[in-house]
């Protein structure tokens, strides 16, 4: 079936998490923008190593020059793909001090999941990050995912065919979802 690709529609914002230069959640994040691309939906990658971003501490990190930038990306944003590493069983720190800076921005949103971990067992991580975002922020959780280990890249760290798959699921998943939900929008918007 063809995914509904919503182009009158906000840009998808791609966020990869990972601080480290060597990141493999990077190169899903890369292949998700490339998936979206494909679909012809409009992206945005936002890399958190390209941003000078402050720890939360609630209160004069929100004056930071650097968050009103960002949290205008994720405010236009018609979905948010979260690519991510898994540390310590959960997501990183940066996302996490990301999504607390950011806040009701994220109020609505569809979100979906791309993870890279060491191994196979974290495969529920990121249940706590999408319960808050669902909680906090009423997120609609993409319900596709991808998990993604050393084994799912080919040698040169790009994500092999099955790897691709998954991704391409996941991108007209979102798509899908954020097309459902301004379609939904719309209809409430002309009937009031
Ligand atoms: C501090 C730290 C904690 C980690 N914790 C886990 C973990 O709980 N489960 C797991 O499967 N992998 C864990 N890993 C492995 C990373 O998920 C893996 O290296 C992944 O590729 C990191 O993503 P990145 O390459 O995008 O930075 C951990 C790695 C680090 C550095």
Redesign the pocket.
């Known amino acids: 079936m063809n995914p509904v690709v919503d182009d009158a529609g906000a840009p998808v914002l791609v966020v990869s998490c990972?601080l480290?230069p060597a990141?493999?959640?990077?190169a899903l994040a890369v292949a998700a923008g490339e998936a979206l691309g494909a679909l012809g939906a409009r992206h945005e990658l936002l890399d958190l190593r390209e941003w000078d971003l402050p720890i939360c501490d609630g209160k004069a990190c929100y004056d930071h020059p650097s968050i009103g930038p960002v949290t205008g990306k994720v405010d236009a944003a018609a979905a948010i793909l979260i690519a991510s590493?898994?540390?310590?069983?959960d997501l990183n720190a940066a996302v996490k001090n990301f999504v607390e800076l950011t806040g009701q921005a994220w109020a609505e949103k569809p979100v979906g999941f791309l993870c890279?971990?060491?191994?196979q067992?974290?495969y529920m991580?990121p249940i706590g990050l999408a319960n808050s975002l669902m909680f906090d922020f009423r997120c609609h959780i993409v319900p596709r995912y991808v998990y993604a280990t050393k084994d799912d890249f080919t040698p040169r760290q790009e994500p092999g065919p099955e790897l691709a798959r998954r991704i391409r699921q996941l991108a007209e998943a979102a798509t899908d979802l954020a097309a459902a939900l301004r379609w939904a929008a719309d209809r409430r918007t002309q009937a009031v």
């Open positions: 990972s480290n990141s493999r959640s990077h590493p898994v540390y310590n069983y890279a971990a060491g191994g067992r974290s991580s």
